[in-house]
């Protein structure tokens, strides 16, 4: 959690102390004024929530940019949803300009240029979420950017919980399951289908990517098929019928990238739980059926690889 109020700075200080401040709550932002008075009265707060990012802004007018060098030195992949609260903001992604007034929000990508025109005092919310916590609610779908959405339709859940969400501590119980109602409120706004994804097979291995993408970060045990189908609104027989479809079960693939995931562990140097707890954190809650599932998979015993700090091709 953070807190600038750069009104408490003297006057000639405030507006680069604004720039300084910008690019450590965000992300790299070039900023101009563009109205000739003394000082720059603004004030940044940022909140932490699981992968979400909070911040609530209130500044002068001006201009920000993050332009190809901005792009450049940007770490990370994010989006911005920025939900105006005060003021207007002129956006421009790509060769579209938009004005988001008070009650709109729009998403920008950090990978890609935008432009902000800020024309009077204005106040914002803005929540900043990695690329990889909305791929779960793409499932292969792209997110428009750069358009002002209004709080009706799917908009209006977004601007509810970006509301809602601003006073919820950072150490919450539920966090993650907060982060990933809003990710999927933000994809139920703006995903639109790739082209070429009307087809149905195409459809499906999109789907199946998307799953199996969720599954490597959620390899632990409380990783089961109802929990993926919540996840992506889709039933078990479907679940069950994707995975049918690329030759492997999906028990069997949740097996073997468990199993891969604790083998790369034991064979990592810098690791230091126990072979036990390693099992247990990925879904093994008994040792020796832990041990026979690897032994069949490697045709060595986890602690061999431990030893040998190289994960073997297999039996």
Request: proline residues 7%.
């Amino acid at each position: 959690m953070g807190v600038w109020d750069i009104a408490a700075l003297p006057p000639r200080e405030q507006f680069g102390y604004w720039h300084e401040v910008i690019c450590q709550a965000f992300v790299p932002l070039t900023p101009h004024r563009t109205v000739d008075e003394e000082g720059f009265a603004a004030k940044v707060e940022t909140r932490p929530l699981a992968e979400l990012s909070r911040a609530r802004l209130r500044a002068r007018p001006q201009r920000t940019d993050h332009g190809p060098r901005d792009v450049a030195r940007t770490d990370g992949a994010y989006y911005f949803v920025n939900l105006q609260l005060a003021g207007r903001c002129a956006t421009r992604v790509r060769d579209e300009t938009v004005v988001v007034e008070r009650g709109q929000f729009v998403v920008v990508d950090t990978t890609q240029p935008y432009w902000f025109h800020l024309d009077q005092p204005w106040q914002m919310l803005s929540y900043r979420l990695p690329h990889a916590a909305l791929a779960d609610a793409l499932r292969g779908r792209r997110l428009t950017l750069g358009r002002a959405v209004d709080g009706t339709g799917a908009g209006a859940a977004v601007t509810a919980l970006m509301t809602a969400l601003w006073p919820v501590a950072p150490g919450t119980p539920g966090a993650d399951d907060l982060t990933g109602s809003f990710a999927a409120a933000v994809a139920a706004a703006l995903a639109v289908d790739p082209p070429g994804a009307a087809d149905p097979a195409e459809r499906r291995a999109v789907t199946r990517a998307a799953v199996r993408a969720h599954v490597e970060r959620h390899l632990d045990g409380d990783l089961c098929v109802a929990a993926v189908c919540r996840r992506f609104a889709i039933s078990p027989r479907t679940l069950h019928g994707l995975f049918a479809d690329a030759g492997e079960s999906f028990a069997a693939t949740v097996r073997r990238l468990r199993l891969e995931r604790c083998a790369a562990l034991l064979a990592d140097p810098a690791t230091t739980r126990s072979v036990t707890a390693i099992a247990a954190a990925h879904g093994f809650a008994d040792p020796t059926s832990f041990s026979r599932a690897f032994r069949r998979r490697y045709g060595v015993a986890p602690r061999e690889v431990r030893a040998a700090g190289t994960v073997p091709d297999g039996p």
